[in-house]
């Protein structure tokens, strides 16, 4: 089935709006996606709620999952294991030389955590935890952290989002234009830029971590994930 | 030099230690020190005056090999990775090897992987993109429906925001696919994202998409639609055939300028919102912890960078005399206006050359010829872009952001150039 002249340029017109036209003409490509479809597969959550399905769960019940499914990769108390990451403690680590970054330190949301979760982990094993499970394990990290205080308190769509995490606050939106606008140089430094001849002050020898010759020294660098 | 069999096993990088017992370098086999020349390992019968063999017998006919592959002679011109970073390689990364390559083109088999939860094997028959949410008709596209639509080809530099994260604290890592190797440059072709909105239809609220991936991690980012209906495509293909399942075959997000962990590979998903989901990769990853102890997010753009690809670490200096050096420079925020090159770390440049098409959020090569009489050297460059922006040194990016903010590490990088040719990663003052 071809398309006429004319409807390829009207096509190639719209590409050209600069506005997201609601209503622009449609190329009547694909089909409609249906209730069901978008269900089995609409499962992102939002700080505010949205998105959370119907469910419930406490730390009590979250601890056991725990166990069985998460602690291989991540501790009995959310301490991480070998390169794996912990989920829990770091506390007050934020300004230090070491910050550990947890769901109790770091992460701003608790819907995150019941998003991430329930899409990701186990790892391996993806999009196979209930909602109930899912709460559970969310409201026993909470719990791991000091967030709850009461391993039976019920979290559920209601009121998961209702529950603030301490670092909320300590995230600002990307704001390099300003805050290194010195970067921005009319005329870049192109002759004794340095007051006398330049020395070495670090050699990657001295770690020795160049693959192949990974030495325990490497274990200590912040993994990335 | 490997045995050109034993492609798994690829031969290490130079370290001093195999310097001085083997002379062992990459991509070429040399004497004792990296200045001995490259005749040693030739076999004077196939040399002048001699005629080789494959001068007199015939070599193979065409189509014994359907889909080509670089010559045997090249099988240490890999994707590696470092094996301590991660915990396992499902969910890990593997470097481009950028002292390797010519021009501005990544071939697809060399761009580096970054995958969340291994690769995902997708037959594109049962596989669909999905766009509902704030929209008038939710949409559900085959991988041919989406071919239908009107197609754009865009040259794009993909740089992981981790890229040379290892090195925030110090120098750390010899040789710059390890430091510099997490960016590839290739030709998209795939449908604008604007088309695929309009189609479905915007409703006056809709200020966010949040693109979801179909393999065993489901990534998700927030993206704001200024930058959806900018330049964003959906991409089904790279350098001209379709992407590789490591690229996120069959569909992927394409985000010109933008860190890479946005461009959500083996793409199944849009859903269209008026707010932003704050994910895991956007808020425990991705985001800039400062000494203060607070945190910048929603750091898309990847700031002005670049690297001498050519000597480096893995490729050190066979001799002196006329000597041509070649990187790479890129930026985020538009097309790279000039490269400067130091020799002596910093205390004075010289323009290098750009060399090749200068494209809007692509890779750019430069070059700089001088001539090496043996003397140690301390190799830097410093992009500069089309918006004034001029790459910082490390020690001005440290100052802004301490020790510990892991991402958009594009300070300029210092190559020590020792006597013997040996080159190392260092830092200076």
């Known amino acids: 089935m071809s398309r006429s002249r004319n409807g390829t340029l009207a096509a190639l017109a719209v590409l050209f709006l600069t506005t997201a036209a609601a209503g622009a003409e449609r190329l009547n490509i694909g089909r409609a996606a249906t209730p069901e479809e978008i269900k089995g597969w609409d499962i992102d959550v939002r700080p505010d709620g949205k998105g959370l399905p119907v469910g419930k769960g406490t730390a009590a019940l979250g601890e056991t999952i725990f166990q069985e499914r998460c602690a291989s990769c991540h501790g009995e108390f959310g301490e991480g294991a070998g390169r794996w990451p912990e989920l829990a403690g770091g506390a007050g680590t934020l300004k230090s030389d070491n910050p550990v970054k947890t769901v109790g330190s770091y992460w701003p949301y608790v819907t995150t955590v019941f998003d991430f979760v329930h899409r990701a982990m186990p790892f391996g094993a993806a999009q196979t935890l209930t909602p109930d499970e899912t709460y559970s394990l969310t409201a026993y990290l909470l719990y791991l952290n000091d967030i709850l205080k009461d391993q039976d308190f019920e979290v559920n769509e209601k009121n998961l989002a209702t529950i603030r995490l301490p670092n909320e606050k300590n995230f600002f939106m990307d704001d390099r234009e300003t805050a290194e606008k010195e970067f921005w140089t009319a005329k870049p430094c192109m002759k004794d830029c340095l007051p006398e001849a330049a020395t070495i002050t670090g050699r990657a020898r001295i770690l020795d971590v160049t693959p192949e010759k990974a030495s325990e020294a490497a274990k200590q660098s912040p993994p990335v994930q | ?429």
């Open chain 2, 1 to 429: 030099m490997s045995d050109p069999k034993r492609i798994s096993e690829p031969p290490p990088p130079p370290s001093r230690r195999s310097f001085l017992r083997t002379g062992l370098a990459l991509g070429g086999a040399v004497g004792s020190g990296a200045l001995a020349g490259r005749a040693a390992a030739a076999d004077a019968k196939n040399l002048p005056p001699n005629v080789p063999e494959w001068s007199q017998t015939l070599g193979d006919g065409v189509v014994s090999r359907p889909y080509g592959r670089p010559s045997k002679f090249e099988a240490d011109v890999i994707r590696r990775d470092v094996e301590w970073l991660t915990a396992s390689r499902q969910s890990s990364v593997s470097f481009t090897p950028l002292h390797q390559l010519e021009g501005i083109i990544t071939p697809n088999g060399l761009g580096f992987e970054r995958h969340h939860g291994g690769i995902a094997e997708i037959d594109p028959a049962e596989h669909r993109l999905m766009i509902h949410g704030l929209v008038e008709k939710p949409l559900m596209l085959t991988l041919e429906d989406v071919k239908r639509f009107p197609r754009v080809n865009r040259i794009a530099f993909l740089e992981c925001a981790a890229n040379s994260g290892m090195e925030w604290k110090g120098a750390q890592l010899n040789g710059c696919q390890f430091t510099h190797g997490m960016v590839h440059c290739v030709m998209y072709t795939g449908v604008p994202l604007k088309v695929l909105l309009e189609e479905a239809g915007l409703k006056t609220n809709a200020t966010w998409l949040l693109p979801e991936g179909a393999d065993a991690a489901a990534m998700t980012r927030s993206v704001p639609m200024e930058k959806a209906l900018d330049d964003a495509i959906v991409a089904y293909a790279m350098n001209g055939e379709a992407l590789y399942p490591e690229h996120g075959y069959p569909l992927r997000l394409v985000l010109p300028g933008w860190q890479g962990n946005m461009w959500v590979k083996w793409l199944r998903r849009i859903k269209v919102g008026d707010e932003p989901w704050h994910t895991r990769e956007e808020t425990s990853k991705y985001t800039a912890l400062l000494p203060d102890g607070r945190a910048r997010r929603f750091t898309w753009v990847m700031d002005a960078k670049s690297v001498i690809t050519n000597p480096s670490p893995q490729a050190p200096m066979r001799q002196k005399g006329f000597t041509v050096l070649s990187g790479l420079a890129w930026s985020g925020r538009g097309k790279i206006r000039s490269v400067d090159v130091s020799l002596d770390g910093g205390r004075n440049w010289r323009a290098a050359r750009l060399d090749g098409p200068v494209l809007d959020k692509a890779l750019t090569r430069f070059y700089y010829e001088f001539d090496w009489n043996g003397d140690e050297l301390l190799l830097q460059s410093r992009a500069v872009d089309e918006t004034g922006y001029v790459q910082p040194t490390k020690a001005a990016l440290r100052q802004h952001r301490g020790l510990n903010s892991i991402y958009h590490n594009n300070g300029i990088q210092t190559w020590h150039v020792l006597p013997s040719g040996e080159i190392e990663n260092v830092e200076v003052a």
